[in-house]
């Protein structure tokens, strides 16, 4: 499974500091959380049988709506208390804040473990999806980060074998 983000809105709901250990060195580390509402189709990249499990096709619609096997619109079990939790991680992403046209360079970190997933099925196709980011940003990229904590910012993650788009001249300082 791979989950790819392609300049998305997210909110940036946490950014918590902390110090790794390479070696005898010391590091700074970072835990970022992410929330990301998108449509219910990233739960067939979750796992194939997971938008089924929790969405279904609404009936009454007839034909207003065109043949979309894919259309499914409705909680199949609204019952069901949310966030799931869902057991997966990998490594190797690049986590890439979008700026805009301010002349600031994007914030952009390699080398991210993704993980903790939770998702909220919302009624109506929706899916609000939750992720930790664990990655190593320079000190000027952490306080970057922090200014836009509990923001939504315009976000791309990009799965280890995929090149990430270099059109950036950001080289991780403030100017």
């Known amino acids: 499974m791979q989950l790819v983000f392609e300049e998305h809105t997210a909110r940036l709901s946490s950014v918590n500091p902390r110090a790794e250990c390479h070696g005898e060195d010391k590091a ?21 049988s997971l938008k089924g499990s929790f969405f279904r096709k609404d009936d009454t619609q007839g034909e207003l709506i065109p043949e979309d096997p894919g259309h499914m619109p409705l909680l199949r079990f609204p019952e069901i208390k949310s966030p ?14 979008h700026i805009g046209i301010s002349g600031i360079p ?8 993704v993980g903790k997933l939770t998702f909220a099925p919302i009624n109506g196709g929706s899916v609000s999806l939750g992720l930790r980011l664990q990655c190593n940003p320079s000190p000027e990229q952490m306080g970057r980060l922090c200014e836009l904590i509990q923001q939504d910012i315009t976000m791309t993650l990009t799965p ?4 990430p788009d270099t059109d950036s001249d950001d080289d991780g300082g403030m100017f």
Not at 106 to 113: A, L, T
Not at 160 to 163: R, S
């Open 84 to 97: 799931v939790k869902w057991d997966w991680d990998s490594v190797g992403y690049t986590f890439r804040v």
């Open 160 to 163: 280890p074998d995929v090149e």
């Open 106 to 113: 994007d914030i952009n970190i390699p080398d991210c473990k």
């Open 28 to 48: 700074l580390g970072a835990d970022i959380k992410l929330e990301i509402k998108t449509t219910n189709d990233v739960l067939s990249e979750i796992h194939p």
